[in-house]
Structures are given as structure tokens and as C-alpha cells.
């Protein structure tokens, strides 16, 4: 036997041994081969032949080969243009824009310019956005030139900022700035709050001159970014409103609270201890009390019923002398709150009309306990 024929079955014999290894293999295959491959990938291998149909079929990923081809998860021009030459695949809804945008959603430039230069698919500027909201500095730069300054001579989308800064991404910002982007709303500052990147909101507010208003600090609020709100006091910020508190209640951001209340003065109304009696934070109904907080409407006992927190609902009742109301028996009763009901019933919380409860026990008419499963059905 020749050298190159020596070479060419220990080749054949390599080959045949992976083959093994992937077909019949299952607890290495299964381990670390499937997991690594998303669903698209596995679908080309269900697509082998039927040994490869077999070994999905039996595995833990057999529902995945089920779904459509997902050409955000496409990873090479070949993938890509299965799914371009294939459209009867495509969902009803789709045209080439709709592609496009799904092809920027891979992240990979290449992939872009191969649908974009050497098929012409059709597209538009949420290209750009895409890009913006990965991160993806050269992504945004080819659509910028190809698209908007080449082809369609579009102005800039607001949303390009707002998803830089909901995302983090200061580099995008600054080159927007470089490219004299005017599209800026208040929803960027907003955005780079609400995530807590500082150093976006600063870039924003003091280079690119974006505007703020109100709904910066309520969304900074709603995930307990500290630090932004320092920072707007240090700029001096003057734009709150009630949203901020009520956000800072309802996710159980303390810190936020007090800093809200005693630093900034920002002002709270009933809707703050709603927030709180809705997730169930009792601490944040203690510091309401310790501070002589008195807005207290029906609405927050009814939240601490149909969600189940007995603690809340009884704090309330008991030490904030909040309202009650027929409706926090409602709820309770129509989610199942059986312990909230109990309470509710024996310290007796007014009930609904036409409801009795009589030596322990609630009578509730027909109609009611019909809706109630219905709802519980929901």
C-alpha cells in the first residue's frame, strides 16, 4: 500500500470515528455536542440524514427542531442564505426589511453586508438601532454610510440614542455626537437612568445636551440606582414628580425612598404606599408610618389582599389605620388569598353585596363564585 493510500484511510478511519462519536454516542453527544449548537444549528444537523434525525429525535432538544429557523442565530453566509433562498419559511408578516432587521440582530457585520451588497435585500433604519442597542460601533457606522447618507439621505431615528444609552454603550453615544446626531428626547436620559449608567447619563447631559424631565428619576427609582439620584441632585435636577417614590415603594428600594423624601423633597401621594403594599415590601410600610405618611386609600389593602400578603394587610390595617374597603374581600376571595380572606373576615372587613358570613363560614352568591373561576381559569 502507498503512502497517500496509507494517509487516505487513516483519514477515512478519523472521519468514521467522530461520525461515531456524534451518531452514536449519546452521553458524550448529548453532554458536549448538542448544547453547544442553538436551535438553528441543530436543525441543519436533524437535516443529515437519518441517523442525525434519530439522535435529535431521542435527545433532550427534540422540541427545539420543531420551531422555525431563527436567522438571528445564523452564523455563516451559507446559514444565511438557506433562509434568504427559502422564503416560503418565512413567517406571513415578513418582507425584506423585516430579513434585514433580523440579519443586523446576528451582530456579525459580515452577514449584513452579504445580504445587504450581494443579494440588495431591502431595509430601512432599524438596522441602525440594532446595532446601537449590541454595541456594535462598526454595525452602526456601515448603515449610517450605506443608508442613511448613500441610499435614503434619512435623517437620524430618535431611538438610536436611547437604546445606546438604555444598553450602556458610551462609545455609540460619543459617536453620534462625532456624526452631530440631533435626535435626542428625554426618553435617553431616562433610559441611561433606569440602568444606572452614569457615565451615559453625564455624556448625555453635559456633551450631547439631551433633555431630562421627570420620568429620569422615576425610572431611576424603579431599580434602586442610588447614585443617579445623587448625581441629579449634584446637576441640580428639579423635575420630579409623584412617579419617583411610587417606584421606589413598589420595588423595595428604601435607600431611594428616604433620599427621595428627606433630600430631595420629592413629593409622594397615595400611589406610594400602593406600590409597596402591591410587591409586599412591609418595610417600606414601616418607614411611611415612622415618617407620618396619612394617603392612604382603599386601594392599598386591596393590593395586599389579592396578592397574598398577609403581613402588609394586616400592618396596614392595624398599626396605618388604612381604609378597607368590600373589594380587599373580593380580591382575596376571587385569587384564593385564603389567609388574607380569614383575616379580612374576622376583623370584619366589609363584604361585598349579597355576601354573608355566618357562624365561620362565607356564603357567596352563585354569580360571584362563577366569575371567580373564570377568573382563576384566566
Known amino acids: 500500500m502507498s503512502g497517500e493510500e496509507e494517509i487516505g484511510r487513516m483519514m477515512i478511519g478519523q472521519r468514521d470515528s467522530l461520525w461515531d462519536v456524534i451518531a452514536k454516542c449519546d452521553d458524550v ?24 434525525r434519530a439522535l435529535i429525535k431521542r435527545s433532550p432538544r427534540a422540541d427545539d427542531v420543531k ?14 442564505e438557506v433562509a434568504w ?17 433580523k440579519v443586523a440582530e446576528t451582530n456579525k457585520l459580515e452577514l449584513l453586508k452579504w445580504i445587504r451588497e450581494e443579494k440588495q435585500c431591502e431595509w430601512d433604519y432599524v438596522p441602525i438601532n440594532v446595532a446601537a442597542q449590541k454595541g456594535n460601533l462598526e454595525m452602526v457606522k456601515y448603515c449610517c454610510l450605506k443608508y442613511l447618507h448613500e441610499e435614503a439621505k ?16 458610551l462609545h455609540i453615544l460619543e459617536y453620534l455626537v462625532e456624526r452631530k446626531y440631533d435626535q435626542y428626547y428625554e426618553f435617553a436620559c431616562a433610559s441611561a437612568a433606569k440602568f444606572g449608567h452614569l457615565d451615559c447619563l453625564k455624556y448625555l447631559h453635559e456633551t450631547a445636551k439631551a433633555p431630562w424631565d421627570s420620568g429620569t428619576a422615576a425610572l431611576e427609582a424603579q431599580n434602586g440606582h442610588l447614585h443617579i439620584l445623587e448625581y441629579l441632585v449634584e446637576r441640580e435636577y428639579d423635575e420630579y414628580d409623584e412617579g419617583a417614590c ?51 386609600v382603599e386601594t392599598a389593602c386591596q393590593y395586599a389582599a389579592k396578592f397574598g400578603h398577609l403581613d402588609c394587610l394586616k400592618y396596614l390595617h392595624k ?14 376571595h376571587k385569587k384564593n388569598q385564603t389567609e388574607c380572606l380569614r383575616y379580612l373576615l374576622d376583623n370584619y372587613g366589609p363584604l361585598p353585596y349579597g355576601w354573608r358570613y355566618e357562624h365561620g363560614e362565607l356564603r357567596v352568591p352563585e354569580s360571584e363564585v362563577f366569575s371567580s373561576s373564570e377568573s382563576e381559569s384566566e
Open 29 to 52: 453527544c448529548f453532554t458536549h455536542i448538542l448544547p453547544r449548537l442553538n436551535r438553528t444549528d441543530l436543525k441543519f444537523l436533524y437535516g443529515v440524514n437519518k441517523e442525525t
Open 67 to 80: 420551531n422555525a429557523f431563527k436567522v438571528s442565530e445564523m452564523s455563516s453566509i451559507s446559514t444565511l
Open 85 to 101: 433562498e427559502n422564503r416560503w419559511l418565512w413567517p406571513s408578516y415578513w418582507d425584506e426589511r423585516i430579513f434585514c432587521r
Open 154 to 169: 434619512a435623517p437620524w431615528g430618535s431611538g438610536t440614542a436611547d437604546l445606546a444609552a438604555e444598553n450602556g454603550h
Open 246 to 296: 411610587a417606584n421606589a415603594a413598589e420595588f423595595g428600594h428604601l435607600d431611594c425612598l428616604m433620599y427621595l423624601h428627606e433630600t430631595v423633597k420629592a413629593p409622594w401621594n397615595s400611589y406610594t404606599a400602593n406600590g409597596a403594599a402591591l410587591s409586599g415590601h412591609l418595610h417600606i410600610l414601616e418607614y411611611l408610618v415612622e415618617r407620618k405618611y396619612n394617603i392612604y
Open 319 to 332: 398599626t396605618a389605620r388604612a381604609p378597607l374597603d368590600y373589594l380587599a374581600v373580593r380580591e382575596a
